[in-house]
Each structure stands twice: as structure tokens, then as C-alpha cells.
């Protein structure tokens, strides 16, 4: 079994500067100082097509729940890869985004898009949690989605907070 998650966030500016900032260094930096999440830059790759790549590492949140912390990265960090394909023709990119969780028997990941709406763009990210953990796996899925649900709330209130600056 597995658990869906799924986010939309508005932004006041355009898909192509939602893009811009999203798969930036600036984004690691602000995420590390507001969220105080640990964000370091793995690598970034910008390529032929106009599209990113982009790896960043993170700690984990505080609270993880003690029959969990066993099937969990000893570092406490994981790290997260977004793909994103440059803004088409219509503005609108999409991508995908994975969570590594080294050691761990647990899979994150799912799609995202970012599209013009009205004055500004909408951002929905869709994804999925298994963790592959007889008895606990279920509970473990729960948690994990409901984690990453929270930490995508903080993200996109980051992001309009950033944007309207």
C-alpha cells in the first residue's frame, strides 16, 4: 500500500519566475535561513533545453516517532531531486521530485507543475509514499505524508513571501 499527497500553492508573479527562483541557489539559501532546515546545494545542472536539475540535501524535521527513527538516514538528512522542464510555449513547466532516504526502505516522489493563473501561477505537486516495512509500513507512509504535506505548506508560503518582496 502507499499514501497520496497532493499540494497547490498560488504565487503572485509568472510560472517563469516561480521556475527561476524555485531551481535556484537563492531558493537553498532562503529555505536554509527561513525554514532553518539545513538545505545545502548537492548539484544543480542547467541543461540544453532550458530546463534544471537540481539536488538538495536537508535534515529531517524534529518529532519523527521513535519506531521510525530505526528505518531513517543515521545523519538525520536526506535528499530531495526535482527535474523541472523549461516554461513551454503556454508558460507552464512541469517536473518530477524524489526524496532519497539513504539505508531507509522508503520511497517519495511524484510530479509537479507550475502554470499561469490570473495574475500570477499556481504550482500542484502530486506524489506518493511507500515504505516497505511489514506491521509499521502503513503508519510510517502516514507519517511521512503528512510531514511532507507540512514542510510543502512552509515552502510555498517561503515562496509567496519571497516573491513579494
Avoid: N
Avoid at 15 to 28: G, H, P
Amino acid at each position: 500500500m502507499s499514501r497520496d499527497l497532493t499540494s497547490r500553492s498560488q504565487y503572485p508573479a509568472s510560472a517563469a519566475e516561480v521556475f527561476a527562483l524555485r531551481t535556484s541557489e537563492r531558493w537553498v539559501q532562503l529555505k536554509a535561513e527561513r525554514l532553518h532546515d539545513g538545505s545545502r546545494l548537492v548539484e544543480r545542472t542547467e541543461r540544453p533545453d532550458g530546463g534544471v536539475d537540481i539536488a538538495v540535501s536537508r535534515e529531517l524535521p524534529a518529532g519523527v516517532p521513535g519506531f521510525l527513527e530505526k528505518f531513517l538516514p543515521k545523519d538525520g538528512r536526506i535528499v530531495q531531486r526535482e527535474q523541472w522542464g523549461a516554461p513551454d510555449v503556454a508558460g507552464r513547466c512541469t517536473g518530477t521530485w524524489s526524496v532519497e532516504f539513504p539505508g531507509a526502505p522508503a520511497k517519495l516522489g511524484g510530479t509537479s507543475f507550475l502554470e499561469p493563473s490570473g495574475d500570477g501561477s499556481v504550482q500542484e505537486i502530486d506524489g506518493s509514499v511507500k515504505v516497505s516495512v511489514p506491521l509499521v509500513g502503513g503508519k510510517a507512509e502516514q507519517f511521512i505524508a503528512d510531514m511532507t504535506t507540512k514542510l510543502m505548506a512552509k515552502e510555498a508560503e517561503l515562496m509567496v513571501a519571497s516573491l513579494s518582496q
